[in-house]
C-alpha cells in the first residue's frame, strides 16, 4: 500500500514562491520516478515536472525555469520548489510515482489529497 501526502501550498503573490513537499511511503520510492502534477478548476489534471530515480528532471514547458523538482531518497521525499509563480500556476498540486525508474514508464494511479495553490495579489 502506498500513500502520499502532500504540503506546503498556500496563498502567495504573484512572483513569489512555495516550496511543495510529498512524503511518499512504501518500499517502491527509490526506484520509481516521481511525478507532480497540479489540477486547476475545470481543467484536467496535467504533468508538470518529473524525477527519475537517478535525479533526471523534465519539466512542462509552462513551468521551465521557474520550477526544480528535487528528490531525498532517505526521506521518501520529492519536492517542487516554484519561484516566480502567476496566477495561472493556481491549481491544486499532487505528486505520483511510476511503476519504472523514469517517466517513460506508466505512472502509478496513487493519489494524495493534494495541497492548494493560490496565487493572487
Known amino acids: 500500500q502506498v500513500q502520499l501526502v502532500e504540503s506546503g501550498g498556500g496563498l502567495v503573490q504573484p512572483g513569489g514562491s512555495l516550496r511543495l513537499s510529498c512524503v511518499v511511503s512504501?518500499?517502491?520510492?527509490?526506484?520509481?520516478?516521481m511525478g507532480w502534477y497540479r489540477q486547476a478548476p475545470g481543467k484536467q489534471r496535467e504533468l508538470v515536472a518529473a524525477?527519475?530515480?537517478?535525479?533526471?528532471?523534465n519539466y512542462a514547458d509552462s513551468v521551465t525555469g521557474r520550477f526544480t523538482i528535487s528528490r531525498d531518497n532517505a526521506k521518501n521525499t520529492v519536492y517542487l520548489q516554484m519561484n516566480s509563480l502567476k496566477p495561472e500556476d493556481t491549481a491544486v498540486y499532487y505528486c505520483?510515482?511510476?511503476?519504472?525508474?523514469?517517466?517513460?514508464?506508466?505512472?502509478?494511479?496513487?493519489w494524495g489529497q493534494g495541497t492548494q495553490v493560490t496565487v493572487s495579489s
Open positions: 524525477i527519475s530515480s537517478a535525479g533526471n528532471t
Open positions: 512504501g518500499s517502491i520510492f527509490s526506484i520509481s520516478a
Open positions: 505520483n510515482p511510476y511503476k519504472g525508474r523514469t517517466w517513460y514508464s506508466t505512472p502509478y494511479d496513487y
